[in-house]
């Protein structure tokens, strides 16, 4: 049969199918025309958003739900620069992702034409890898290439820059998605070495406690955990990224760690003697003080990027591998464990510094933890929860609670403001028989609020949870403890009225200002089709707590209450 001569933009299509993809994420503009052209009569489906930065934060949430890479779509200069802050979130969360940019035509490249940008030297240090594709001919192979970095060993955003002529230049077209790639050879396998010395560490251990990451999820090791913690009787502590790799409401289970983490947790990782580290940064939110930071411990760290594990924390059984392998076989040679007297000590803990709840007080109005802890009693147990980032996102990470992996989704290592409602409306393309929430403050909503177009017209059921208190919330928080209440710029007057904006858009709006309405907001929510705005307005100066300051050990914890 005689080979067939392929367009550019046509390979790009094919690849897509053979790589699974159903939806892509973009923005057209002039130097992708030729992809549209060819996008017109295919089946894939394209997600047409209102800005790229949210094409990028949509794909973000799809990938994170379905755990294969997300495809995004834009143009050259600004439609490319626009994806940056959206890949280096990716990057920073290990999010698989796969970018295809237009460039300005070859001959072009270096001219600074209208609308050129050198996007592949911008994002070296944000991407896992990324071409500027030169010829036709390197086009399949950078397609599968992409596909295949993006979404093995530590998982990545890949970037694919084409200039606009080669997507209408003709080749043929041969696809190969097992990709060789000298010097590309991910660890998979923990070394049975170490996984010895692990498990003696473990039957040796008095005070042990699992510390587990995002790594979990991506790795699809929830499973393990579970029956590592349950057989061994060790108690697990969840970062923010990890959050649903162990059921929330398990009693092994104490919460995340950190400047905004559970007492029991810090104190648990400050007084154990063995931390087992799966698929963890040790980022400096977590270890706060790092002299001070678990001294009394043997740390095991188990992950497949070997530039961790040592990296900020000094380690003493590493393991290099995936998390879900080597818990696997942690499992299989672990005898059950008698850790009764350790428990003992942290139920003690659990039950005297419970999470606050925010003091009750009429005049300063609906408290931002009832409101939480009211979306996760109401929507139950089918919920996919889209954070932006700030207080809402911490009162979120310790009062909503998560039971299954993939159901909490935020801007960890970036803390990206503007990500949780575009992330939402990926999530629910991903998981459409599962109820949505996007929770958001009033500053984070309104850097994407424009994607409200997006979720109408496409008609995607999800809730935003607006938590209103008209302040940069977590600012104007450090500015309150740390610069004596000097608030400069922190203030949000002057933004609209939130419910009149969704109905301006075509979504439902509702407004809360007590605990009765809102209680009854979300109930009517949830049954609505289409998006829905629920606008919380909150007491102003409430505070996130616990909390522990800069460069202090994380036991030296700010509770609340009458030490706020």
Known sequence: MKKKLTKGSAMILSALHKEGVEIVFGFPGGAVLPLYDQLYDDPIRHLLVRHEQAAVHAADGYARVTGNPG??????????????????????????????????????????????ADITGITIPVTKHNYLVKSIEELPEALSEAFYIASTGRRGPVLIDIPKDIFDQEAYFNYNPQCNIPGYKPTYEGHVGQVSRAIKAIRDAKKPVIFGGGGLIRSKASTALRELADKAQIPVILSLMGLGAYPGDNPLFLGMPGMHGSVTANYALTEADLIIATGVRFDDRVTGKLESF???????????????????????????????????????????????????????????????????????????????????????????????VGQHQMWSAQHFIVREPCSFITSGGLGTMGYGFPAAIGAKLAAPDKNVICISGDGSFQMNIQELATAVHNKIDLVIALINNNFLGMVRQWQDIFYNKRYSHTSMEGSPDFVKVAEAYGAKGFRATSSEEATEAIEKALKIKGPVLIDFVVDPEENVYPMVAPNHPISDIIIGGEQE
């Open 71 to 116: 495809v995004v779509f834009a143009t050259s200069g600004p439609g490319a620069t626009n994806l940056v802050t959206g890949i280096a979130n990716a990057y920073m969360d290990s999010v698989p992702l796969v970018l295809i940019s237009g460039q300005v035509p070859k001959n072009f490249i270096g001219t600074d034409a209208f609308q050129e």
């Open 294 to 388: 678990a001294k009394h411990a043997k740390i095991i760290h188990i992950d497949i990027d070997p530039a961790e594990i040592g990296k900020n924390v000094a380690i003493d059984i590493p393991i290099v591998g995936d998390v879900r392998l080597v818990l696997e076989e942690l499992v299989r040679k672990l005898r059950p464990g008698n850790t009764a007297d350790w428990l003992k000590q942290i139920y003690t803990w659990q039950e005297k510094y419970p999470m606050p709840l925010g003091a009750s007080s009429a005049d300063k109005g609906l408290k931002p933890q009832f409101v939480i802890r009211e979306l996760s009693r109401l929507s139950g147990e089918n919920t996919i929860v889209a954070t932006d």
